[in-house]
Nanobody
Framework: QVQLVESGGGLVQAGGSLRLSCAASGRTFSNYAMGWFRQAPGKEREFVAAISWNSGTTYHASSVKGRFTISRDNAKNTVYLQMNSLKPEDTAVYYC?????????????????WGQGTQVTVTS
């Protein structure tokens, strides 16, 4: 079992920045690929970014590429999502997830454990 706790969400104006953190506990963090997803009201949960167990591979959704960056610190059991140039359409609950396969996936089905989410609201 892996427990995931997100933090860092909040209210920000368009053009601003936030850094989300996801702290993991339980099994060895470096055994897992990690991902960030988001879900806006009335919409399905969508892929944002993913990172392999050793940070060797990262993926970012086209909608956030160039603005968001995923990273991890295995010594701190934490994965981050740096979000810059935020837009109102980035408003959503952001979830981190862990994938036992170590390979970063882009679909929700590939992930085994999920956090409770953190709200990000971007005002225009």
């Amino acid at each position: 079992q892996v427990q995931l706790v997100e933090s860092g969400g909040g209210l920000v104006q368009a053009g601003g920045s936030l850094r989300l953190s996801c702290a993991a506990s339980g099994r060895t963090f470096s055994n897992y690929a990690m991902g960030w997803f988001r879900q806006a009201p009335g919409k399905e949960r969508e892929f944002v970014a993913a990172i392999s167990w050793n940070s060797g591979t990262t993926y970012h959704a086209s909608s956030v590429k160039g603005r968001f960056t995923i990273s991890r610190d295995n010594a701190k059991n934490t994965v981050y999502l740096q979000m810059n140039s935020l837009k109102p359409e980035d408003t959503a609950v952001y979830y981190c997830a862990a994938d036992q396969s170590r390979r970063p996936g882009i679909t929700t089905l590939e992930y085994d454990y999920w956090g409770q989410g953190t709200q990000v609201t971007v005002t225009s």
